[in-house]
Structures are given as C-alpha cells and as structure tokens.
C-alpha cells in the first residue's frame, strides 16, 4: 500500500470528508454521526429511516441491510423511537389478535394501540397515535379483518 504524500492530495481528502464523504473514515461511524445530527425530538418516522439508509447505500457505500442495522442499532442507543418497528410491533399484535376470527374487537384495538403507543423502558415517546390508528384500518381492509360497527354488526373498514 503506498501514501502520497503531496499536499494536494491530502487536501482533496480532506474537503471531502468535510462536505460529508467517508474518504479515508468509517463509513459505519459517519452513518451513526449522520442519524445522530438528522433525527429530531426522539422520534424517527419512516421516511427519515429510508432516507437515512439510502444515503448509506448511496453516498457511503454501505450494502442495504448493513446501513438498516447500523441506522436502528444507533437510534436504539440513543433512545429514540423507531416507527419502522413500532410499526411492525403494532402488526404482529393485530396478527395475533385477528388469526383465529378475522375480527378485530374494540378492546384487543385499543390494547394493540395502548402497546405501541406508550413509550418503551428507557425511551421518551412511542408511536404517534394517528399512525397507529392509521395502520390498524390498513392491516384491517389488507386482510379482510372486520371490525365492531354497530351491536351484533361486523365490516372491513
């Protein structure tokens, strides 16, 4: 391996890891600085999270599912909460309640909801209410999951 040592190309490597490259760094390590300084309130919704792992793929060359962990193992040790998973958490609860009788009923909603939505042990927020309630109504008409709509009366929302 050879180091040149002319003065431009040092300063070239250096611009550029000031505009945000991983020359000559951690690619890892400037994805993690890069969640850190982009996530706001303790809260990461979906899109940031796709946006935070495409440019891990894109600008840092990292592979895809290395830049997904990086980015939830670093959101994780800063406490915030991870709509992704929250989302996915949110999920397997309805699955759980709703695979024996396709119905889906006020109480097991709002235990789901109640789950999810309160912050977890070291975490300052859960998931934002209207998201919540928001896939609980497209997990329902996604699987054919009727819901409580009058007495003795069950629809697909």
């Known amino acids: 391996m050879s180091i040149s ?3 431009t190309s040092h300063q070239a490597t250096l611009s550029q890891t000031a ?5 000559g760094g951690d690619p890892v390590e400037a994805l993690r600085q ?12 979906s899109a940031l999270r796709f946006e935070l792992i495409r440019y891990g793929v894109n600008d840092l060359a990292l592979d895809s599912s290395t830049a997904g962990h990086v980015t939830d193992m670093e959101l994780d040790s800063l406490g915030c909460a991870n709509e992704t998973k929250l ?7 309805l699955r759980r309640f709703t695979d024996n009788d396709k119905k889906l009923d006020q109480k ?28 609980v109504v497209e997990f329902c008409r996604a699987n054919r999951v009727k819901v409580k709509v009058g007495f003795l009366r069950w629809e697909i929302p």
């Open 108 to 135: 097991e909603c709002a235990d789901a909801i109640q789950i999810v939505c309160r912050p977890k042990s070291g975490y300052s927020k859960g998931l934002v209410f209207d998201t919540a309630e928001r896939r």
């Open 5 to 7: 040592l002319s003065k």
């Open 19 to 23: 505009s945000g490259g991983a020359v």
């Open 87 to 93: 989302l996915e958490e949110l999920d397997g609860l």
């Open 34 to 45: 890069r969640v850190a300084q982009r996530v706001v309130e303790a809260y990461c919704d």
